[in-house]
């Protein structure tokens, strides 16, 4: 599923890559590791700062703005999300590229199956285009299954830290 307020056009086209993952936890520890700033670092693919948030985690509403480095330059994005419960993370965000992210959960036998979807929009000038190629190779290259791979570890770990 994309996000954002654009008409079905413009989601047609839209590039998407999509990942999937059994992790070992609850619907809601995984929404706490997909939406809680510290957490987060340990598994998200591109680093970032969540700008002026105060270290509270994201939460269906929120507008938030985060900043970082794409392919060595500096970026900020405006981050709105439109869904944080225990089905779901959906969010938008808008910067240089257009990027829709969901991740959908689906409880199962010992714990919830992920699916992330990603969707990138194109986005015009030279600044968008090298941010954009380099984005483009990080999906191809896995970067989305890798990310969700590293939440699974990361939620493994801490459920281990806490049981010990």
Sequence with gaps: MLLGNRSQGEAARAETWSARASVQAEPG?????????????????VSFELEANGGRALCGGCRDRVSGSIVGLRTSFDVEVTRADREALELVAEGPLAID?????????????????????????????????AVVALLNAGALDGALQRLAASLRERSELLAA
Excluded: K, N
């Design 29 to 45: 520890e995984v929404l706490e590791a997909l939406t809680d700033p510290e957490l987060i670092a340990a598994w998200a693919p």
């Design 101 to 133: 992210v969901t991740y959908a959960f689906q409880e199962q036998p010992g714990g919830v199956l992920v699916d992330a979807t990603v969707g990138l929009r194109r986005s015009r000038g030279i600044t968008a285009q090298l941010m954009r190629g």
